[in-house]
């Protein structure tokens, strides 16, 4: 079966730093592009981050930019956003997601969005940053 876990979630105040982690097994994860995505109760989910383990391809949203890292550790079957000054609106609910071969975004709108639906989700994890 495959499991996606994300993990690394908590309180931060703002400025602070977080680390998120996405477990993953029952995929060859060198096949598969890691996508995070954030939703806060109530709004859209908003793609924020991707990398395809295939050619590399990494993507990040504008709100995110410069500020977030994606990483994946192929050899543990695991991604990594490493979140630096975090802000209060980053507060969200963190999904990492898997899709076959690249990430499937597409830039409109000053949004990124899946041109097909991610199959294989993690749970989320809570970040939760204070002003």
């Known amino acids: 079966d495959v499991q996606l876990q994300a993990s690394g979630g908590g309180l931060v105040q703002a400025g602070g730093s977080l680390r998120l982690s996405c477990t993953t097994s029952g995929f060859t994860f060198g096949d598969y592009a890691i996508a995070w995505y954030r939703q806060v109760p109530g709004k859209e989910r908003e793609a924020i981050s991707c990398r395809s383990n295939d050619d590399g391809n990494t993507i990040y949203a504008d709100s995110v930019k410069g500020r977030f890292t994606i990483s994946n550790d192929n050899a543990k079957n695991t991604a990594h956003l490493q979140m630096n000054s975090l802000k209060p609106e980053d507060t969200a609910v963190y999904y990492c997601?898997?899709?076959?071969?690249?990430?499937?975004?597409?830039?409109?709108?000053?949004?990124?969005?899946?041109?097909?639906?991610?199959?294989?989700w993690g749970q989320g994890t809570l970040v939760t940053v204070s002003s």
């Open positions: 997601a898997a899709r076959p071969h690249g990430c499937g975004w597409v830039y409109y709108g000053g949004k990124f969005y899946s041109v097909d639906s991610y199959k294989f």
